[in-house]
């Protein structure tokens, strides 16, 4: 397939960059801090060409490299894109070299180690974001983990062993589940077609029994649910912010949180649509629970950096919510609500980390007045709090209004075999708007405490306004906010036709009468041919035709 050599080639570069860095002598941090920004950003250069090949017509995998990986497993190493994961790749490979400008100089102790572990965790995202295989997916989920731990537990502070060991504990219970779902599926398909294989595609070719889809759902839920993080699986994540560094709080809640959205869509609904229809109710309104949630817990804090933490699980249930509409509107929405959050918060979490490194402080009331001594970091970020509370023309608008507009919209459009599928949608989507309101309220309070009022603290007034470094980490963002938030058409139009074909497989797969239970009530375990690379298997008589891809 043209452009087949775009997408490993992202997963390397990284990897061979942090390699070249553990090569190099441990004193140079500025030979360090050099070598992980070059290839941040001939990364986000390569993950352009993706464009180049990418046709925005078409509904399934392109730029697909396939290659056998495990032969024992069944396991391929098989990579591909769609409207679905595009803009969460260029926003991952957007914000590393972004993250890296703005807060590399802030590390001192162990700077090597801490570019490396930067670079593995881009590579692990990339790899875990165009995965078509589901046990290359479980790989790259868990080496993810690793950096993510070790940035915490490490570069954090006061309390980073107690934010990361509960960071890992959370996040394992969920894989681990995951991973016994994973392997029921595995087994199930060669019951059915005598192939062992872990192929997402081929996969999605063979129908589970319907309690088995419940039940695999769930396990695969609370893997994303915890990632998102859903209320209230939701502790975590404060904790983990406030103990981070600033960039594994940048690049945890820009892109990691988005896994838990991505997982939904382009695993657990697909491979297990009959248990989507049934958790989607309590996963909707657990969505508008931490909307709201969030929004008041994020107003309570004396901490900044708290606060934002606590907006992204207000954000985020916004986009789950989106998901279960299983609406056009709903899904985009979601699917940009994720880009805009990465922008808005990463650009929060980095400013907050501007003013940490001058005062040492995230407590709001050692704050006030800031706007007269650092006008044009006030300015830049107050569009970005402007673009998180969603005010139109920004980023966060178009996301927020597509995402409700599809949740109210639900109700009419989800076949008839679950009319409870989303129930009171509209009654949802009403509560979920409060969260906008209080978006604002919290935001904007914030940004008063901070930047308004008397400059009455005496160290405050020998602030400085950004220098050139600093000012090259947020003018990227903010134009990217503005870019989003006027010209959001050309984005939509690359993410429908996957949205589309993810929506109307999904209906015909959960439409089966009675659940597709009969496959294995009635077959026996019958081997047959081997089934060649990329080919999907023949299914047995009464299996059904094609699935979800």
């Known amino acids: 397939m043209p452009g087949s050599f ?101 590390i001192t102790k162990h700077a090597r180690e801490f570019i490396a572990c930067l670079l593995v965790l881009e590579a692990g995202m990339l790899g875990a974001f165009v995965a078509l295989d589901v046990f290359l997916f479980y790989t790259f989920w868990e080496v993810m983990l690793i950096p993510m731990y070790l940035l915490i537990g490490i570069w954090g502070g006061q309390r980073r062993l107690y934010a990361s060991i509960k960071f890992v504990i959370y996040t ?62 939701h502790t975590w994540l404060p904790d983990a912010h406030v103990e981070a560094p600033t960039a594994g709080s940048v690049i945890l809640a820009g892109v990691l949180l988005k896994f838990g959205i991505y997982g939904f869509l382009r695993y657990a609904m697909p491979l297990f649509p009959h248990g989507a229809a049934e958790w989607a109710p309590v996963l909707a309104v657990l969505a508008v629970v931490g909307v709201i949630y969030g929004a008041l817990v994020a107003y309570a804090q004396d901490d900044v950096k708290k606060l934002v933490a606590y907006s992204s699980v207000s954000h985020m249930g916004f986009c789950v919510l989106g998901i279960f509409a299983l609406t056009s509107y709903g899904i985009s929405g979601s699917i940009y609500a994720m880009l805009s959050h990465g922008l808005t918060t990463g650009g929060l979490f980095l400013g907050i980390g501007v003013l940490y490194e001058r005062r040492h402080t995230r407590r709001l009331a050692e704050y006030g007045g800031i706007w007269k001594v650092m006008p044009v970091f006030s300015g ?18 178009v996301g927020e209004f597509l995402t409700l507009l599809g949740t109210f919209n639900a109700g009419d459009t989800f076949p008839a075999t679950h009319p409870n599928y989303l129930p009171m949608p509209r009654l949802l989507g009403a509560l979920a708007t409060t969260g906008v309101i209080f978006g604002a309220v919290y935001l904007l309070y914030m940004f008063q405490k901070v930047f308004f009022g008397k ?38 139009q690359v993410m429908e036709p996957t949205v589309q074909k993810f929506i109307r497989d999904y209906h015909r797969r959960v439409a089966e009468p009675d659940g597709p239970s009969h496959v294995y009530g009635s077959l026996p375990a019958k081997p047959v041919a081997a089934v060649p690379a990329g080919a999907p298997p023949t299914p047995p008589p009464g299996a059904p035709q094609g699935g979800a891809r």
């Open 6 to 106: 775009v997408l490993p080639l992202l997963i390397a570069l990284p990897l061979l960059g942090a390699i070249l860095v553990m090569c190099t002598p441990k004193a140079e941090s500025t030979l360090h801090r050099g070598i992980g920004f070059t290839f941040t950003v001939l990364t986000f250069l390569v993950s352009l060409l993706v464009f180049r090949y990418f046709n925005a017509k078409a509904e399934g995998f392109q730029l697909v490299f396939d290659v056998e990986w495990i032969p024992g497993l069944g396991a391929r190493f098989k990579t591909g894109i769609d409207g679905i994961s595009i803009f969460l790749v260029i926003l991952t490979t957007f914000l590393m070299p972004i993250t890296l400008l703005g807060t590399g100089k802030a």
């Open 380 to 397: 830049l970020y107050l569009i970005i709090v402007m673009g998180s509370a969603g005010l139109p023309s920004l980023s966060g608008f």
């Open 172 to 233: 394992m219970v969920g894989s681990l589940l995951m991973l016994v779902a994973i392997f029921y599926v595995y087994i199930q398909h060669a019951n059915v077609t005598g192939v062992y294989t872990t192929d997402l595609e081929l996969l999605l070719n063979v129908a589970l029994p319907y309690g088995a889809q419940f039940w695999c759902f769930g396990a695969f839920a609370l893997a994303f649910a915890i990632k998102v993080p859903l209320f209230p699986l």
């Open 455 to 492: 400059l009455d603290k005496a160290r405050n007034g020998g602030l400085k306004d950004l220098n050139g470094r600093e000012l090259a980490t947020f003018i990227p963002i903010v134009i990217l906010i503005f870019v989003l938030g006027l010209f959001p058409r050309p984005a939509l």
